[in-house]
């Protein structure tokens, strides 16, 4: 049998080679280091005041995003839809937190609907919501009724009592009505709006049985057919808009389209002048005592992601008539997307612990650093920006660490910012995405 000595050393090389780059493989990705979880529980505080939206800053992950394997469920571009969204199924409740070695605060959330559950970034601190979320009020306080007593349910199938109305809150449920009659009359107690849709509803009880409590919708209840006897009781109050007692407000942007859904602003006869009529063409101007509440209306309906331009047509609010629209412009919020900051060691490509710094923190990410990491578009980071005067000699410039004891005396390590190398490793990082800045350290006597 002929051996094939020359064969046999390419096949051995070979194989040398293909073990030597595993294990150099197996060195780099066992290199590259994930946070710990620090801490992990659930909230305990009223569960109303833990509502929150996204801003679409950051993405939600099966797990706290910086831990090995975390994966995204939903992206940046997704959470920023249910930010600006005008549905009230589109909130998220948060109910676990979380802390990593590294301090930052993660949260788990769920969207009222239920189509997204995950973990998603809270910022530095569990005192306040941050990062990718903020606290929200899903109801608005709205004005009572000139009439609060005598309503009754106009089809108790269709618009039934909630305890919380529907989508006001994760998981909102049906108020018991097992004790209610049909023709009870109901007491108003309460009055409020969803905030995006901008639905009015009501709170009320059951004159005839206090247990059948809650809210409804105010176009499900009939208003009272007559004065209460109470003399000093204003009129029936209006909750159905016609064209005889209300003003439809329309939201446009500057291309002239749409935006959110029209509010339709119901005038009550206490809003009236003496003597005036509520009427189809009435100006605001002869009817109103207060013509420019049209414009208060208008400026708190706006819809959620928008704000109000500052180009709004020439047409004075006291000119405009019972039945006809007002038009409002109004400009979309700019999403502001900041990059947050992680500190590495150049020689080691480790990252720098915060143990190891002077009180154990890094540098405070202050509003001039947030300036410069932050863009209202998500687009790559230029390489320019480590060259701003924030590393030169500003609070990013350099680390120092804690004193150590070397040769019998004290000495204090320090890094200074290695501009070539971050910007090499933040080649194709966007704003929002999470910066690696590389310091070198500088040698200890």
């Known amino acids: 049998m002929k051996f094939d000595t020359k064969k046999s050393l390419y096949v051995g090389l070979a194989a040398l080679s293909l ?153 909102a449920q049906p108020a018991d009505m097992s004790g209610y009659k049909s023709g009870d009359t109901f007491t108003v107690t309460g009055a409020a709006t969803k905030t995006r849709e901008g639905w009015l509803y009501y709170q009320v009880t059951d004159d005839n049985n206090s247990a059948v409590t809650g809210w409804v919708f105010a176009g499900g209840l009939n208003a009272p057919t007559s004065k209460p006897s109470t003399p000093t009781t204003p009129s029936t109050p209006t909750t159905t808009p016609t064209k005889d007692n209300s003003i439809q407000i329309v939201y446009l942007n500057a291309s002239g389209q ?13 809003d009236l002048k003496s003597g005036a009529k509520l009427a189809n063409g009435a100006k605001l101007g002869d009817i ?26 020439n047409n004075p609010v006291a000119n405009v008539t019972v039945g006809s629209n007002y038009t409002v412009y109004v400009d979309q ?22 143990s190891a710094l002077v009180e154990g923190i890094y540098p405070v990410f202050n509003d001039t650093d947030k300036a410069v990491f932050t863009s209202a578009t998500q687009g790559t980071i230029p390489a320019t920006v480590f060259d701003n005067d924030i590393f030169k000699g500003g609070n990013l410039a350099s680390l120092t660490g804690n004193p150590v004891l070397i040769n019998g005396r004290y000495q204090t390590p320090s890094w200074k910012f290695d501009a070539t190398k971050t910007k090499q490793e933040n080649a194709n990082a966007k704003y929002g995405d999470t910066v690696k800045l590389f310091y070198k350290a500088n040698p200890l006597a």
Do not use: C
Request: charged share 10%; net charge positive.
């Open 19 to 171: 073990v030597a780059a595993t294990g150099f493989a197996t060195t780099n990705a066992s290199a590259k280091t994930y946070a710990t979880v620090a801490s992990n529980s659930t909230l305990s505080s009223d569960p109303t005041t833990r509502n929150v939206v996204t801003n679409g800053t950051n993405a939600l992950y099966t797990k706290a995003g910086t831990l090995r394997g975390a994966r995204v469920i939903a992206g940046k571009g997704t959470l920023s839809q249910y930010g600006s969204s005008n549905s009230s199924q589109q909130y998220f409740r948060a109910y676990r937190v979380a802390t990593t070695n590294r301090g930052s605060v993660y949260y788990k959330v769920v969207s009222f609907n239920g189509s997204l559950r995950g973990w998603i970034y809270g910022g530095k601190t569990t005192s306040s919501f941050g990062g990718g979320i903020s606290s929200t009020n899903t109801m608005t306080q709205a004005s009572m009724p000139s009439v609060t007593k005598g309503y009754t349910l106009a089809n108790a199938a269709k618009n039934s009592l909630w305890v919380n109305p529907k989508w006001s809150q994760y998981k």
């Open 258 to 270: 749409q935006v959110g859904q029209t509010y339709n602003w119901i005038i009550q006869n206490s």
């Open 288 to 313: 109103l005592n207060n013509s420019s509440e049209l414009t208060d209306v208008a400026n708190k309906n706006i819809p959620t992601g928008y704000t109000l331009s500052k180009s709004q047509p």
């Open 333 to 354: 919020v700019a999403h502001n997307y900041t990059s947050q900051l992680s500190y590495y060691d150049s020689d080691s490509n480790q990252p720098i612990s915060s």
